[in-house]
């Protein structure tokens, strides 16, 4: 079996694994980075909306099951950067209070294991790693900040900043959102939106452009495409002996001091699961018996606001966001947040809309202006990922339904106010994992998490999860800054703590 043994071997390359590598890479040590996709190559259908919503050019066929034993797709990317090759660059910061324990309709909000102050200096080198644009200065809810923004705004187009003016007189205070995005960059190589839209390294700050290639031009850092994970092997004394992967048919091994598993909340639960041995029957750092659970989703709907009279001329849309609701009001729990999606067009909502032709979608779309509503799904140890085989079984057992429903009652009144006589809703399905979490925690207590908060295992010295399964609430804002952060303060724990020597 052909081995290798670097200092580090990271397991994926998305946000979390990205990141991570971009931290460590000025240490000297040795890393190698294992990512099961490819490098995704430039080529016409990354800016043909038909090609890409309609028949899904990009996304994986792999197949995931409900606890009922049904498939779907998940609608996650394998490629070098992960799901960021696709997101929608809203690089913000969850707010102070998502770090506490927050009470919801339908039960608690857990604390953080260290409040957002711990995290706030990586939050700046974050924002400074993905050259996030923003304001900074308009929303009610931003958390403290050390500093500004490293560039200003991404600009409202005419029809949005309309938009933000009867929003603002209907009392919705829309905000400017946090964006990575290089916006003339990005423009010049097609006149589209970014947000679902695959980056080919042409302007949008993810994970791939912004880590890894920075963190590949160390002669020590080095990435294998097309090399699978399959099995983490745990030895005596604690200690990950090796990782076992696949690349071009055959079975490899890498030996390391430190292994970082950063597969996404889904994949890295279901590879400790798959690492089971005879002394780890349960999977490999579940000596507290969370690994896979406590699996959380947002709850999300899609809104279309629809005036007649106005025109909808805007190109890539995505400039406000919406927080009044976040914490409640009137004593009221905590609701959600809005945030416009990419413009949508005819061939995008076709994908979504089979009954009507493109033609008349594309119609009505110059007159719709396009929300994504998100609020906060609660941990619970009945909703997780397990394996059947090697089948990939998500039981989401979603939460906090109710309170995603008064918001987007309260988000049709907010649009009514606004001048939108007629409001389109339509909440999302299970198959829509886009912001998967929490399936491999951190906490203070080993018989309740698996990770400590430098996010390394209680159980094996020498594994760190970073991924988006270190979260222990979903809050209600997209999560990929914060776990840009925690990996930035992993990597200078583990300088100062394994590789110091
Ligand atoms: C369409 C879309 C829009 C989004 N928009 C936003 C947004 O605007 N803002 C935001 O904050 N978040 C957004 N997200 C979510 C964001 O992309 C994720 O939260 C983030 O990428 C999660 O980071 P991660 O490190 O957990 O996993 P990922 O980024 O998914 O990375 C996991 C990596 O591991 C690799 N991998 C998996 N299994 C293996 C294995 N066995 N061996 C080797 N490699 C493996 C994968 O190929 C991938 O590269 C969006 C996501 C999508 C899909």
Redesign the pocket.
């Known amino acids: 079996m052909p081995a290798a043994s670097p200092d580090v071997v990271i397991?994926?390359?998305?946000?979390?694994?990205a990141t991570i590598a971009n931290g460590l890479a000025g240490s000297g040590a040795r890393i190698l980075i294992?990512?099961?996709?490819e490098q995704l190559a430039a080529r016409p259908e990354a800016r043909d909306a038909r090609a890409i919503f309609q028949r899904g050019a990009f996304r994986t066929s792999e197949e995931w099951y409900d606890r009922a034993g049904r498939p779907f797709t998940p609608?996650?990317?394998?490629?070098?950067?992960?799901?960021?090759k696709?997101?929608?660059?809203?690089?913000?910061r969850f707010r102070e209070r998502d770090f506490e324990a927050i009470e919801h309709l339908d039960g608690l909000s857990p604390a953080w294991p260290f409040p957002y102050g711990e995290l706030e200096p990586f939050y700046t080198r974050a924002e400074a790693l993905f050259a996030v644009r923003g304001d900074g200065k308009q929303d009610q809810t931003e958390p403290p900040r050390s500093g500004g923004y490293p560039f200003g705004p991404v600009p409202d187009e005419p029809a949005v900043a309309e938009v933000r003016e009867r929003l603002s007189a209907a009392g919705a205070a829309p905000y400017t959102l946090p964006l990575g995005i290089d916006i003339e960059q990005w423009l010049k190589n097609g006149q589209t939106p970014w947000?679902?839209f695959p980056d080919t390294r042409a302007g949008k700050m993810d994970?791939e452009t912004a880590a890894l290639l920075p963190a590949l031009r160390h002669a020590n850092v080095t990435l294998e495409t097309g090399?699978?994970?399959?099995r983490l092997v745990a030895g005596q004394g604690g200690r990950i002996e090796a990782v076992e992967?696949r690349k071009d048919g055959e079975t490899r091994r890498a030996t390391a001091k430190i292994v970082v598993l950063?597969?996404?909340?889904v994949?890295s639960a279901a590879?400790l699961l798959a690492s089971a041995n005879d002394q780890a029957l349960d999977g490999v750092a579940n000596r507290s018996g969370m690994v896979g659970r406590n699996f959380m989703n947002h709850n999300t709907t899609i809104l279309l606001a629809i005036d007649p009279r106005f025109r909808n001329e805007a190109i890539y849309q995505k400039t406000l966001g919406i927080n009044r609701f976040y914490f409640g009001e009137a004593g009221g729990p905590p609701l959600g947040h809005a945030q416009l999606l990419g413009r949508l067009s005819g061939a995008i909502l076709k994908s979504q809309v089979r009954l009507l032709p493109e033609w008349v979608l594309e119609r009505f779309t110059r007159h719709s202006i396009d929300w994504y509503l998100v609020s906060e799904d609660l941990p619970h140890l009945d909703s997780r990922v397990t394996l059947d085989g090697d089948r990939v079984v998500v039981h989401w057992d979603r939460t906090n339904l109710a309170a995603h429903r008064r918001f987007v009652a309260r988000m049709r009144e907010v649009f009514r106010a606004a001048g939108f006589p007629l409001v389109l809703a339509r909440e999302s399905g299970h198959q829509v994992v886009?912001?998967q979490?929490g399936t491999v925690r951190m906490g203070t207590d080993p018989a309740t998490a698996p990770l400590d908060p430098f996010c390394r295992s209680f159980d094996h010295g020498n594994l760190f999860v970073v991924?988006?399964?270190f979260m222990p609430s979903s809050a209600a804002l997209?999560?990929?800054?914060t776990?840009a952060a925690q990996a930035i303060r992993v990597a200078d724990h583990i300088r100062a703590n394994d590789l110091a020597a």
């Open positions: 397991i994926g390359s998305g946000m979390g694994g294992l990512e099961r996709g609608g996650n990317y394998y490629y070098a950067g992960g799901n960021t696709l997101y929608g660059a809203v690089l913000t947000d679902s994970a090399a699978l994970a399959t992967y950063s597969a996404g909340a994949k590879l886009v912001h979490c991924d988006a399964s997209n999560p990929a800054l776990i």
